[in-house]
């Protein structure tokens, strides 16, 4: 079973932060925090992971707290391309969906 | 960042007929696939982890003699679904993963099945 919460739909403006939180209250200490996205009809597409300490990429940013009980995903001006299901991912050993969320960027 | 292909990218079938879907780690060695598969409106569901050289290890209420899986090489995993029937019709889609330190998966972009 997934072990993260997300909320299953956002809206975000074109050209602003849209950040994108996820709750895993029960991952394990050598668990890392992934964070993937699917466009419609494709296969999902790697953004970025973390284990505990804030990581950034040309993507996006991950901010996970301290306790790392949750996280979040700041694509920091987002486009309309960015549209898609954000998924949040906690395992060590293989990747099991949950819902994710549904991000629509709009104009 | 690595590339992983899927081939066939659609296919139809007639019912009891069986189709084999080819998943490639195209920069990279892979010792473990995964394979999902995604109804319309759905999450990804994981089927099954492949091993190279190793007997795949099916998720619970997947059927291993429905659903073949070799892993031949380092490079190259198979999915064939057997005496396939509508039911059946769905997106599959692999994974590969990179033996970093993060275990991170990269997908292909997928194999529509459809089923007449």
């Known amino acids: 079973d997934a072990k993260t919460t997300q909320p299953t739909s956002m809206d975000c403006a074109e050209g602003r932060a849209a950040n994108l939180p996820c709750n895993h209250s029960t991952i394990s200490g050598n668990e890392y925090v992934y964070w993937y996205r699917q466009i419609h009809s494709q296969g999902p597409q790697y953004i970025i992971h973390g284990l505990k300490n804030n990581e950034t990429n040309e993507m996006a940013s991950l901010i996970i707290t301290e306790d790392r009980k949750s996280s979040t995903l700041i694509l920091p001006h987002a486009t309309l391309r960015d549209t898609a299901v954000y998924y949040c991912?906690?395992?060590?050993?293989?990747?099991?969906f949950g819902t994710g969320t549904r991000l629509q960027v709009f104009p | 960042g690595a590339v992983v292909s899927q081939h066939p990218s659609r296919v139809i079938c007639k019912s009891g007929t069986s189709v084999k879907i080819e998943c490639r780690s195209l920069?990279?060695?892979?010792?473990?696939m995964f394979w999902y598969r995604q109804f319309p409106k759905k999450s990804l569901m994981l089927m099954a982890t492949?091993?190279?050289?190793?007997?795949?290890?099916?998720e619970q209420g997947v059927e291993k003699d429905k659903f073949l899986i070799n892993h031949a090489s380092l490079t190259l995993s198979t999915l064939t679904v057997t005496s396939a029937h509508p039911e059946d019709s769905s997106f599959y889609i692999c994974s590969a993963r990179d033996m970093g330190l993060s275990f991170r998966g990269f997908f292909g972009p997928g194999t529509r099945l459809t089923v007449l």
């Open positions: 920069d990279f060695q892979a010792t473990t």
């Open positions: 991912i906690v395992n060590t050993d293989k990747l099991i």
């Open positions: 492949s091993n190279e050289g190793s007997k795949a290890t099916y």
